[in-house]
């Protein structure tokens, strides 16, 4: 225990292992049923409160967030922070993602971006927390340190996170407090799902004391909103939990299942009656379905399913069940929702499947691409010709501004009227020299531009860090690879009058050279070979070609810190979105995906390739 005041952020665990906040209303929402204590039932409806939630439950006994019509369980916690911090503040960071919408940042992120904000500081270098981002507060942006690509953040008010004083129980405890002894029940929520999960943690609590009655001794009880399961039919039937939960693991539904129409009043149940007497051991129940074998078991979660819906209970649909099981959606959905009331593993529906490769093609079915010679092609570590200096490089993009606007240089923060506040290496130009990028027309300090140009790869290029207007030939980093591509005679999901081009990228590991992060360092190569798919149709192609001229200058890969291991001195994709994927899109890395070619075209022009730039590569 511990005596103190702090918020409370309620946070789930993604596939990357990063803790990600829920909404301060939905943490008010959780914060509530674990105040209630027992008397709330132990199950947490997310739908309430946000209704994008809508498939959600948490149990707070297993401290577990479960989809319904999914069965997928994720961890999550009750994490305290402290009460000065952007969550008991209401401030909430976010950054934009690909499609236009926004995500807040972890809360530990956004905590220390808040933190350098409130101080004043120009700028916050994520490094020292394992992100690879600069935050620059002077044009709201997120800057990769690796790519230099450039996503915009925000800064909004919401909410105040749950605040909790005094003794502070620990983060995954539940209930946090039994309630006030003689505090009236809380009025029952009467929302489909609620009615559901209240049902089934009454059946568990009361299941408990003894074993199912049979249907003779019920039909004069009164109703209590208590659903009991009557036992399966059929020779050598074994007593049946009184819990009416499923103790074992069940993961679909087979078709020879019978398809038996069980019936059964709703009936209290109590333990104390003379037709109910209590068992001589709590456990009986259980130990008696431990024995039940997979048909029983099978048999038992239909029957529990059906009882509901004769019963009257609204069920919860499933949208992703799929196979030939005879089971209703409806009736998955259920018996989820009773498998996780009982704290039990879910998987009751059978999840798409990834399908990262097509069938197996012979060597006789890979055909070369019209209008694309050759089939593969290498890099070396090369570098486009340099100029002799740096300032001779920026000369050509260049016009000198004798009397510079009253207004600050976005590289320094300092104003151009003023010198440059850049202290790094000394460039040999003089710090109060003020230069206009001849297309774009920003305005910078040259001393400023000249250490940007220093700090990058040295290739003869430049780009505006305002508007990312490209001035010369942008190169980057690539180690050397090949990369080779062809036709296959199959179809991608959302293309199905047109074959495939098969993108293959091998990058072997090696040593940084002079341009990487840590020169003379190893580099690994995860994953490789990487295969890649576009469809064979017009846009397919225009983009392949784009694609092989990214290649060629060394755009495609980088070395950097991976976003999905940590792992850092390793080949990182470099801003340009491959699809990865052949027949699914479970990861968003594969088809169908309407907006793709469009999009991989868009960040193909941010690297400064187009049409254009595949015209004069030919020439």
């Not at 225990?1 to 929402?29: C, D, K, Q, T």
């Not at 946000?50 to 994490?79: C, E, H, W």
């Not at 050509?396 to 300092?414: S, W």
Request: aromatic share 6%; charged share 20%; net charge positive.
């Amino acid at each position: 225990m511990l005596l103190a005041s702090a918020v409370v952020v309620w946070e789930w665990l993604n596939e990357h292992g990063r803790w990600r906040p829920y909404s301060p209303a939905v943490s008010h929402h959780i914060e509530a049923v674990v105040r209630a204590g027992p008397r709330a039932g132990g199950s947490v409806v997310l739908g309430q409160v946000d209704s994008r939630l809508a498939p959600y439950i948490i149990d707070l006994q297993s401290m577990n967030q479960f989809r319904q019509d999914t069965g997928t369980l994720r961890p999550v916690r009750r994490k305290y922070y402290d009460p000065t911090s952007a969550p008991g503040k209401g401030v909430v960071w976010e950054w934009e993602n690909d499609n236009g919408s926004w995500t807040p940042y972890d809360m530990e992120v956004g905590i220390t971006i808040q933190h350098a904000y409130e101080k004043q500081h120009p700028w916050i270098d994520l490094t020292s927390i394992g992100f690879s981002y600069v935050i620059d507060f002077s044009t709201m942006g997120q800057i990769n340190r690796q790519t230099q690509r450039q996503r915009r953040v925000r800064r909004r008010l919401d909410l105040i996170y749950p605040m909790v004083t005094g003794t502070l129980p620990k983060a995954q405890s539940w209930p946090a407090s039994p309630g006030p002894a003689a505090a009236p029940p809380a009025a029952p929520c009467s929302c489909p799902q609620c009615v559901l999960v209240m049902s089934v943690k009454a059946a568990v609590a009361i299941g408990s004391a003894g074993p199912l009655q049979p249907p003779a001794a019920r039909k004069n009880m009164p109703e209590s909103g208590v659903v009991k399961v009557p036992p399966p039919a059929g020779p050598g039937a074994k007593p049946l939990d009184s819990t009416g939960t499923i103790r074992g693991p069940v993961k679909t539904v087979p078709s020879q299942v019978i398809r038996r129409q069980a019936s059964s009043t709703p009936a209290g149940a109590n333990a104390g009656s003379p037709t109910s007497p209590p068992a001589a051991n709590g456990k009986t129940g259980r130990v008696a379905l431990a024995t039940l074998n997979r048909t029983n078991l099978q048999r038992l979660a239909i029957a529990q399913s059906r009882v509901l819906i004769a019963s009257g209970v609204p069920t919860v649909p499933v949208k992703n069940l799929s196979g030939s099981s005879p089971v209703n959606p409806a009736l998955a959905g259920i018996t989820g929702i009773l498998m996780s009331a009982a704290g039990l593993p879910v998987c009751l529906t059978r999840p798409p499947k990834l399908v990262l490769h097509p069938p197996p093609v012979s060597k006789s079915e890979i055909k070369s691409i019209p209008g694309v010679s050759n089939t593969s092609r290498k890099t070396t570590k090369k570098q486009a010709k340099k100029g002799k200096t740096p300032e001779e490089v920026l000369k050509k993009y260049l016009q000198k501004v004798r009397h510079p606007p009253d207004e600050d240089c976005t590289i320094c923060m300092e104003r151009l009227t003023a010198p440059s506040g850049y202290k790094g290496p000394q460039p040999t130009v003089k710090p109060d020299l003020v230069g206009k990028l001849s297309r774009c027309g920003h305005i910078y300090h040259i001393y400023c531009l000249v250490a940007m140009y220093n700090n990058g790869n040295k290739d003869g290029s430049l780009q505006c860090p305002t508007c990312k207007t490209i001035y010369g030939v942008k190169t980057g980093t690539q180690p050397p690879g090949k990369m080779e591509y062809h036709l296959i005679p199959h179809s991608l999901p959302g293309h199905p009058d047109c074959k495939t081009i098969r993108i293959i990228y091998s990058i072997p590991p090696g040593i940084q050279g002079p341009e990487h992060p840590n020169p003379g360092k190893s580099f690994s190569a995860r994953g490789f070979p990487r295969h890649c798919y576009l469809p064979d149709s017009e846009k397919g192609r225009k983009v392949l070609k784009l694609l092989l001229v990214a290649w060629d200058r060394r755009l495609i890969f980088a070395i950097g810190t991976s976003s999905t291991t940590g792992e850092s001195d390793t080949v990182i994709w470099n801003e340009v979105h491959h699809k990865t994927e052949f027949g699914s899109n479970l990861t968003g890395h594969g088809y169908p995906d309407a907006n793709y070619l469009d999009n991989v075209l868009a960040e193909l022009a941010a690297q400064g390739i187009s049409e254009d730039s595949a015209a004069q590569e030919k020439d």
